[in-house]
């Protein structure tokens, strides 16, 4: 289970009528690099699509520029 962001494995006993019981949290390091992985994943996932959205409206603007022609709100001598 993931505990407050940390992958970890129960191991003990609880008495399910009493709710009483002892155990201990320990380390799940095999989750833990897998949960990673992911993330990892997910992160270069969202990464490369906010590139490309980047390139594509970098690319628009770069046309919408050179098909606009003169613009009539500046004065000669602005850009």
Same mark, same amino acid.
């Given at each position: 289970m993931?505990?407050? %962001? @940390?992958? @970890?494995i129960w191991r003990g006993s609880i008495d399910l009528q009493r709710? =009483? %019981? !002892?155990?201990?949290?320990e380390y799940d390091d095999e989750r833990a690099q897998? /949960? =990673? *992985?992911?993330?990892q994943a *997910?992160? +270069?996932e969202t990464r490369r699509r906010t590139r490309d959205? +980047?390139?594509r409206d970098r690319s628009h603007? +770069? =046309? !919408? /520029? *050179?098909? *606009? %022609?003169p613009k009539p709100w500046l004065q000669h001598?602005?850009?």
């Open positions: 993931i505990l407050n %962001g @940390v992958c @970890v709710l =009483d %019981g !002892m155990g201990c949290l897998h /949960e =990673d *992985a992911l993330a *997910a992160f +270069e959205f +980047e390139d603007r +770069e =046309d !919408m /520029e *050179a098909t *606009a %022609g001598g602005q850009h």
